[in-house]
């Protein structure tokens, strides 16, 4: 597993819960080191570890701790960075959505050899979606249910989320657009201009 996905799980125990569960977490993952690296690449047997240790420690369930991950990477204002990646994808939430094919790609163009699930949208009706998510790690489904509620939150819209069931390396979330401006939404400048002062 890429280190910055492990660094990323990290930066939510410790953003979310403080330093204490996450030196809990080290402990009860069996890890040797307090810190990952975020550009090494880590055994993906030590991912599922330390996402084990974070569910036991917590007590919440495995997709729910996913989902949490999911919105912490949109939401914290420690990962400004990759909100504004996100939101490159479009002006509105329905653009975002059409971006999602491209994801895996841009992120590429951030860091060469950070591989993401394959996505794929598919429109079915007015306002009604599906997104697949083609992973060999089972719950980057949940993930993205998170990224998809912030997001959603970010924009401004009002969405209805379901995970499907899973089948091999492919998950489904169903989409609902209920309303595409329900809520002002989060300043965002895509210029990303700097104070002046």
Not at 12 to 29: L, N
Not at 111 to 128: K, S
Not at 180 to 185: D, E, L, M, Q
């Amino acid at each position: 597993m890429h280190g910055l996905v492990n660094r990323a799980i990290e930066g939510f125990v410790r953003d979310s819960y403080g330093a204490d569960a996450w030196r809990e977490v080290t402990r009860r993952a069996g890890l040797e080191v307090s810190s990952f690296e975020p550009m090494l690449t880590y055994d993906d047997k030590l991912t599922e570890d330390i996402l084990g240790a974070i569910v036991r420690h917590l007590g919440k369930p495995r997709d729910e701790v996913l989902e949490d991950i999911g919105t912490y990477l949109v939401s914290h204002p420690n990962l400004e960075a990759l909100r504004r990646l996100l939101r490159f994808g479009g002006v509105g939430f329905v653009d975002f959505l059409h971006s999602l094919d491209d994801l895996p790609g841009r992120a590429r163009l951030a860091v060469e050899d950070l591989e993401l699930p394959r996505l794929e949208l598919r429109e079915h009706a007015a306002n009604l979606y599906s997104l697949v998510c083609r992973s060999p790690h089972h719950g980057f489904g949940h993930v993205m249910m998170g990224v998809l509620r912030a997001l959603a939150d970010d924009y401004g819209a009002l969405v209805l989320l379901e995970h499907g069931e899973a089948s091999g390396d492919c998950e489904v979330i169903y989409i609902t657009l209920i309303e595409s401006a329900y809520s002002k939404g989060r300043a965002f400048d895509l210029g990303g201009r700097a104070a002046l002062g």
